[in-house]
């Protein structure tokens, strides 16, 4: 990894502190993290005021290589608002933005593109959800036997 | 290559700041890391922070490490050093 190496920007897009709250559990684990930010969006802000501040975020973090947006939730005021920055090798999205992914954006090295990043945050996203009472269960069973 | 096992000794396992401690730690060589469950066969690369916390690791875990690279010595006994020292928890 080389030190010059231009990172992939992201910008966690929430409801409420959400985004903040997922940026400050993230920076807790692996440390400061300026590539990132978050933007969350009050319940009663104005759409343009919203559009404004995503606009700010995006230009803030980008290093030229791309800004990938995570999202709280399809569907929502967030994501209708990101989806307006969508544009192609420049700016990327995807919903449901959970500890994980932020992690994952915080520990890739440079080397990938703007949507290899995005599609390795989407699978690490939903890879990293368990139903960790489904882990236990073949142990439980040999207990009983 | 060196190979051996450790034990998670810290009451709360490898959650999540100790695996970024041994990552920091891992990416400090220039060697291959492997960590792997002798129970399941689970396994991750040391300097993967959520392939690290996808082993689910709790107290009392032995772990197979497997350090391949040119300097694995040093890396071997720093790893051996973190997890017998309880990533500074106890």
Known sequence: ?145 | MLEGNVRVINPLGLHARAAAQLVKLANRFSSKIIVKRLDNQTNAYANSILGLLALAASTGTTLHLRVEGQDEQLAFEAVEDIFSKGFGEI
């Open chain 1, 1 to 145: 990894m080389g030190i010059n190496m231009k990172k992939v920007g992201g910008v966690i897009v929430s409801h409420g502190q959400v985004a903040n709250e997922l940026l400050s559990a993230a920076e807790n684990v692996v440390g400061g993290l300026s590539h990132i930010t978050a933007v969350s969006i009050g319940w009663h802000d104005d759409v343009e005021i919203a559009k404004e501040e995503i606009a700010r975020a995006i230009k803030h973090v980008s290093q030229g290589v791309g800004v990938l947006l995570m999202t709280d939730m399809f569907g929502g005021t967030p994501t209708n608002i990101s989806a307006m920055f969508l544009k192609e090798n420049e700016v990327e999205i995807v919903t449901g933005v959970n500890l994980p992914m932020v992690i994952k954006l915080a520990s890739h090295t440079g080397d990938t593109t703007l949507s290899e990043l995005a599609k390795d945050v989407e699978e690490q996203g939903k890879q990293a959800i368990y139903r960790t009472g489904a882990l236990l269960e073949p142990q439980k069973i040999k207990k009983d036997a």
